[in-house]
Each structure stands twice: as C-alpha cells, then as structure tokens.
C-alpha cells in the first residue's frame, strides 16, 4: 500500500480574501491579497518561499495560462512555479502540488495559491462551456448543450426517481440545505452572500435547471486563497499551532460512469473512491464518528445531499433523514459549510479548494469567531469538479 | 426489374395553423388555404429532414449493398458542400458510393427517382437511395408563407424485391418564371397565381401525363392513383378531372394538413399511396416546376409484406400545434431574437469533425469483441472496469438503437430557440449510455424511463465561419 502523506506536511500560513463581485480587483489583485495575508498568518517573507503551484480553470477570461501570471504578480524570484487546472478540483490540486514537494523532501516550504476571476465573463453562471475550452473540440460537437446547474439537476432527477421522493418532498429537503448555508455565511465576512433565508424562499425562487431553483445553486464570484506549507517535523519552529495534513486524495473517473451501465447517477463515484483513500490514508475506521466538520462541494443543493453518502457520513438514501434531524447545522454532530459554503461564498473555481481548508485551518486553531465548532479533531473538504457522469473528486482531511 | 424496394416519409412534429398566420399577418390573399401547415422544429432543416426519411426507409436493410444516394431539395444548407455525402455518412452508407445533390426545380424529386431508376436498370448501380426534403420559407405575409409546409420522403431504387417497378416517364422542360430565388434572396418571388394556375399547372401536368399515356398506349382508367401537386386547392382537383381521372383516383396532395412541401410533395404522395395500393396497381405521379415529370410505377406482390414497415401514418398523427406565430419565426431566423452570449459558437475544427465523421455523423460507437460492451464515443481501451480489453473494438451504431431517458433535466440557463432547452441521459436498451441534448418535447412531459430514440439534427449554425453543426439528439419514440 502506498503510504500517503498523513502527519508529513503542516500548514503554517494562510490566506483568503473576501469573495464576492469583485469588480475593482484584477486577478493579480486577488492573488498578491490572499498570499500577503498568508505571508502574515506564517510570519515569512516572499524571499522564503522556494516552490510555488497556482491553481485557475478560466484562464481565457482573467490573468491567461502559464504559472506566469502568478510568478510576476507576486514577484517570485525565479523559483520553480506551476500552472494546474484539474476542473472543480483546481484548487486542492495546487495544493497537493505544494504537499507533495515538501513531503518528498525537495523543498522546505511551498506556496499553492488558488483564484478565479469568475465575473469579468459577461453574463450569469460559468462560462459556457460550448465556447470555453472545457469539451476540447471534438467534444463541443457531441456534448450535449448543457449547464452545470442542468449536469447536477440530471442527478436530482434520479435520486428521486430512486428513492421514491415526490418532488415537493426532494425539493423541500434540498431547501433545508441551501437554508444552513445561508445561516453560516450571514456569520461569514468573507462570504459573498450573507442573507439568512427560509425553506419558502427557495421553494419559490425560479427553476434554473428543473428540479433547481435559483436558490439551489451556489454563487458565482471572483476570490483567492493561499496555503503555505512546511515539512512536518519544522512546523513548530514556525508557528505553535500549525495545522497537519491527514489525507489528501484525488480521483479521477475511468469513462465509466458516463459510459457503463453499472453507475446509477445518485451518487458521484469519484468523490466515494477519493472518500475511500483518505480515511484509509487518515487511518480513520467511522467517518461518521471521527470527522469533526466539513466542507463539502456544495455547487448545488443536491450535490451536498450525495455527497453526505459518498463520504459514508450517512448510509445510501438516508441523507435526507440525516438533513431533517439537522445533523449538519453548525450545532449539530458534524458541521457541515460551517463557513457558509459555496453557496454563499460562490465559486471562484481555482480558489474554491483552499477556501474550503482555510475555513478548517481557522476552525481547528479555534479560531472560527461565531462559527467556531466544537470538535476539533479532524476536518474534512471536499471538491468535485466536472459532471457527477464524469468526474475528478479530491477528498482532503486536517487536524492538529 | 428496376423500382422502389423500401420507402419512407417524414413529416416535422410541429402544424402551424393558416389560421395563426393570418392572425398575425393576414391581408389581402385571394386564395387563403384552411389547415395546417407542418413547420420543422428550429434544429431541422432539409439535410436532417432527409436522413429522418432515410432512417426510416433503410429500417432492416443491409447498408452495405447501397452503392448510390441522391438528395433532392431547393433549400440545401450550403450552396457549396454536397449535403448528399453529409446525409449518406448520417446514415452510415460507405465510402464507395454515388453521391449527388438534385437542385434548383421543384422537379428535382422526380428527376433524382428517374435517374436512380434508370441507374440501377442498367447495372450501374445496384440499389441508390433518393431522398427527397424541402424546407422552404415564405417571407413573412406573403402567400408562399401559408402554403409551404415541410417534409420529406425516401425511396431505395433497387432490382431486388421491387414492391413497385418503374414501368415508364415523361419529362418536359421549360423555363417558365412562376417562381424564382436568386443567390441573393432569402424568399422565393413570385408572380400573379391566375398566370401560374392558367399558364403552369394546367398545361404542364395535363402534357406530361398525356405524353406519357400516349407514349405507352394508357388510360386515364387504367391508374390506381394519380399524384401530383397544385398550391391551389380547387384547381388541383380540376386538373385530375379535366384530364379524365375520378375523383378516388387522385391522390390527395396533403395542403391542408402538411402544405406544399416542395421538391418532397410528389415523392410524399407517392408514399401515401405505396401505403394504400394494392399488387397490380398502376400508379403515376407527377411533379411541376420549369416543366414537369410523370414517373408510371406498377406495384407488386412484395407491397403486401413490407408495407406495414413504412408508413406515413404515424407522422401524419403524431402532430402537434405550434400555436405561436411568433415562435416560429424564431425557428425559422426570421425574428432577431435575443439570445446572449451563451448563444455564440466556439470555432468548429473541421479537421478533427472529419477525422471523427463516424462518431460525429453517424453516430458510430464500439463493441468490445471480448466482454460486448457498446459504448459511446468508441473507445480504443474497453470501458467495462473487469475487461478492459486494448483495441478490440468493432464499430457499433447507436443511431438506430433505442434507449429510455434514464435522467433528463429542463434546462432554462443552456441557450435554446425553444426554451426550456431537455438533455439528459440516454440508456440505450443494447447497451451503452451517453448524455445527449433532447428534442421534439415538450417540458414537463418527460419522466424516467421514458423510451427515447436517435434523430439527427442540426446543432448549432456557425455563422461566423459559414458552417452547420450537426449531431444527434434524442426525442420520445413516434407512434
């Protein structure tokens, strides 16, 4: 078995700017805002930084390719800097980029900073993706013309198909969840979107994509965030309380969810598989147990629901019970978007991961403010990006 | 014995009431026709129209005995880039075949039916498919408006099991203006119907017909079925009488329920009487334009067992009203809708849409010869996690293949002429499964499990670089 990385990487600094439209900041501005405020958090200087990965997806609408644009704007001196783009997944896959460099013993300290300048596009939602680069080119011609809202919907569809759930009844569950994160970003500075709303207000908001409504979906926003990392056994030189990586897995799907009958489209295989490897790289036996809090990839209500069973946090079908009994809410077992999420944060793609691990850093130093949960022994984040057909899923747990 | 060994027509979805015309443009119109008119769905035009009759003739045939295609219509896609070799990849015909677009004249159906039949009488060709699709569009107000209606039909021309045999034709030819479109017009000009009806359709029919029933020793009496086509109601049943033909002797020509559907019109009724005749029938059908064509056909013992296989009917029934004048206008491009930036188009790659032609065109997927995995695109290394088996793959065609819609959302972000634009999953009953946008529906119809079928339609227009995307998207099964 392969050893992973739990206890080998620690956190030191980070950084995470508002998120919102922010539309006076230029993506350079986003970047040089989350890696000062991460500079500060690890007591460093940019001088001490050695190798650096930045994480953007819609590159054709803010800074352009390359790890340039980073490398310039931050005045990086000439160290090895790295471009990735993994979907949804972007910005915990720089993230591993850095872990992994100070894991292997090739660096002492890495920088990953995530960002996306999501509201130069022009118009509401992603871009679309029959123009951007996301199907390549053969693909434009045989995708079908879909939105991500429409991608997630599919899935609505069929879980409550499967499980017998009248579409009053789904919808009034998937409100329960939008509703939560609403009451954790009203608690949030940093959130885009920090308006409590009711289970009505989502039941009356516009379809987007059926069954969604407008308030099923998350937001849309630019924003930044960074993550300093050091070698395990260095951390507390930097600082006493450095926040320790217990599991980070990425997967990506073989073709056969899209193409093979043996996937029913209620769950998302990736985040399950990503799921699987973690807790076995965190050596964590009951997730359901252990897991302190969350932050899932709640780019849609229904995402969140699956995504609970995918995690093994509540067994096949019996996420909505868990949803009624408030097991997620910020008092409840284990927290789930206790920063508000993506619903109220929106979803800078390249900056959405390490906002997620921002929130658990803060949350497992205590020192979440008014959102600060109670257990402190693991957290989890979650992304997922692309269509749950076909997907890549990164599962990331931290502690102290 | 050269003829029709397989036939097949399609008529769009949509019928737009006269009566929904006239409300919105109606003004002075001497012979306003009553009815309906069918109205392509915005994703068709003439191209996807004719491989949907063309799917339907070739049902159980083998592909690989067509040798030849022909593709008769005035509105073709392009004025440059042969739709016929687009339409015979569509219907996964092979490569060593005769290609050939019929243009120009409303007689181009029969013209391209003529040739096709002479083709295979003499040994050239063993079996040529013609397809016949009109798509045509009357300026908004004007009466082409209100007559045009779209359609299409096809007929494989071969000498083996013949259901009708061509037993002889006339043509005649004249440049007689009653109608024309230049290369810079969007709308046919016309001139006054009284010259039309008295200088055209009822001298040019009545002449073909008697030419050939004088060239071949006939009577009007010996004729099952008379088809041809006249915009004008009450003259077209004239024409019939006047020659000689009882009124059950001639083919109703389909004004008020589907219009004139141009160059397909006479091919059409010739389905609609293939679906009636009896073996020994004789039937003549006649087209009109710049002169005119009568083709006689003697129908056969075979009628008897592959008719209930091709029939018009279930398009016939399975319409429904388009009640929005406004609406399709839009289809058509005529209204400048707003449709924002999700609308634009990404540039085409026509290399690589050459390169992948089968799994773009015709829907062409793979089989895996070790575990019989169809899958969607092909796949070089095989998807079933317990074989994947590297390159042994046959091609595998998922256009004809039915599935259920195993999900499906309405999606009101994804830009559509007819919001709210329907895709989701398809799981083809053979296996195999793909995501594919859906058409041909109507939101809030749809449910889980719902049977879905394959239909090839045009995508997206890429005016930018002058190129028409097609693809295939699923709709609930007709009939």
């Known amino acids: ?400 | 014995m050269a003829g029709i060994v397989s036939y097949g027509g399609y008529i769009p979805r949509f019928r737009l009431s006269r009566k929904t015309i006239l409300a919105a443009m109606g003004w002075f119109s001497s012979r306003a026709l009553s009815g309906d008119k069918a109205v392509a769905n915005y994703d068709e035009d003439s191209l996807t129209m004719a491989v949907a009759a063309g799917l339907e003739c070739l049902r159980g045939i083998d592909l690989s005995k067509i040798d030849g295609l022909y593709f008769a219509t005035t509105t073709a896609p392009y004025l440059e880039r042969e739709s016929a070799a687009i339409i015979a990849t569509a219907l996964s015909l092979e490569s060593e075949i005769r290609t050939a677009d019929f243009t120009h004249s409303l007689k181009a159906g029969t013209g391209s039916l003529l040739l096709a039949c002479e083709s295979v009488k003499s040994g050239e060709t063993r079996n040529v498919l013609v397809s016949a699709s009109d798509c045509r569009q009357g300026k908004p107000g004007s009466p082409q408006e209100i007559i045009f209606g779209d359609g299409a039909a096809a007929f494989l021309i071969g000498n083996e099991g013949v259901i009708a045999s061509l037993e002889g034709s006339s043509s005649i030819s004249y440049d007689f203006p009653d109608h024309w479109r230049a290369v810079f017009d969007k709308f046919d000009r016309t001139l006054e119907d009284r010259w039309i009806r008295d200088e055209g359709y009822t001298k040019f029919i009545p002449e073909a017909i008697t030419i050939l029933m004088n060239k071949y020793g006939l009577e009007t009496k010996d004729f099952a079925k008379v088809a041809y086509p006249c915009i004008y109601p009450k003259d077209h049943a004239a024409i019939g009488k006047n020659i000689g033909f009882k009124p059950h002797q001639i083919q109703e020509p389909f004004l008020s329920s589907i219009g004139d559907t141009g160059v397909a019109s006479p091919l059409i009724m010739l389905a609609a009487a293939l679906d009636e005749a009896k073996p020994g029938d004789n039937i003549l059908i006649v087209s009109y334009g710049n002169g005119s064509e009568s083709l006689w056909f003697r129908v056969t013992e075979e009628i008897e067992i592959k008719r209930q296989n091709h029939t018009l009917g279930k398009y016939m029934s399975s319409g429904i009203g388009l009640d929005n004048y406004e609406k399709y206008l839009a289809f058509r491009g005529i209204l400048p809708i707003e449709v924002g930036f999700r609308a634009e188009v990404g540039p085409t790659r026509l290399q690589t849409a050459w390169r992948e032609r089968k799994e773009i065109l015709s829907l062409c997927g793979s089989k895996c010869r070790r575990c019989g995995t169809p899958q969607y695109p092909p796949q070089r290394i095989c998807v079933n996690p317990d074989c994947k088996a590297v390159d042994e793959m046959d091609d595998y065609l998922f256009s004809d293949k039915k599935g259920i819609a195993f999900s499906y959302t309405e999606d009101r972000l994804a830009f559509s002429i007819s919001p709210p634009h329907m895709y989701g999953m398809i799981d083809f009953d053979e296996g195999g499964r793909y995501v594919f946008d859906f058409t041909d529906c109507e939101p809030g119809s749809l449910k889980v499990g719902q049977p879905m079928e394959m239909t090839f339609r045009r995508k997206y227009a890429d005016e930018v670089r002058g190129i028409y995307g097609y693809f295939w998207k699923a709709k609930p099964v007709t009939g």
């Open chain 1, 1 to 400: 078995m392969p050893k992973g990385i739990k206890d080998r990487v620690a956190i030191i600094g980070m950084g995470c700017t508002k998120f919102g439209e922010l539309w006076n900041k230029s993506g350079e501005d986003l970047f040089i805002d989350a890696f000062i405020e991460a500079l500060e958090d690890a007591g460093l200087e940019a001088k001490d930084i050695q190798a650096a990965w930045t994480g953007t997806q819609y590159t054709q609408i803010n800074v352009g390719d390359s790890a340039l644009p980073l490398s310039v704007a931050l005045k990086l001196p000439f160290i090895p800097v790295t471009r990735v783009e993994n979907f949804c997944v972007t910005g915990t896959d720089s993230f591993r980029g850095a872990c992994y460099a100070v894991a292997s013993g090739a660096y002492d300290i890495a920088l990953a900073v995530g960002m996306e300048k999501l509201k130069d596009v022009g118009y509401a939602g992603l871009p679309e993706f029959s123009q951007s680069g996301i199907y390549g080119t053969r693909g434009r011609i045989i995708e079908a013309n879909q939105t991500a809202p429409g991608m997630f919907a599919m899935m609505a569809t069929r879980y409550f198909d499967r499980y017998n759930i009248s579409t009053e009844e789904g919808k009034r569950i998937l409100a329960k969840i939008s509703v939560k994160s609403h009451h954790n970003g009203s608690l949030n500075p940093k959130a885009h979107l920090h308006r409590e709303i009711s289970v009505d207000d989502v039941l009356n908001a516009p379809i987007v994509a059926w069954p969604l409504g407008l308030l099923d979906c998350c937001g849309v926003s630019d924003g930044a965030a960074a993550a300093i990392v050091v070698r395990a056994d260095m951390a507390k030189d930097f600082r006493s309380d450095p926040i320790y990586v217990k599991a980070l897995q990425v997967s990506a799907d073989s073709g056969e969810s899209m193409r093979f009958k043996n996937f029913d489209l209620t769950h998302v295989e990736t985040t399950y598989r990503a799921a699987i490897q973690a807790y076995e790289e965190a050596a964590i036996k009951n997730p359901r147990e252990e897991i302190g809090m969350m932050e899932v990839h709640d780019c849609f209500s229904i995402t969140e629901l699956v995504t609970l069973e995918d995690l093994l946090i509540s067994p096949r079908g019996k996420a909505c019970e868990d949803v009624q009994a408030g097991f997620f809410e910020l008092d409840g077992k284990i927290p789930c978007q206790p920063d508000g999420g993506l619903k109220c944060f929106g979803h800078p793609i390249g900056a959405s991961g390490l906002r997620m691990l921002y929130e658990m850093y803060k949350q497992l130093q205590g020192k979440a403010g008014e959102r600060q949960v109670k257990d402190r022994r693991l957290g989890l984040t979650h992304n997922l990006g692309g269509f749950p057909t076909q997907s890549v899923a990164s599962v990331c747990i931290l502690g102290n």
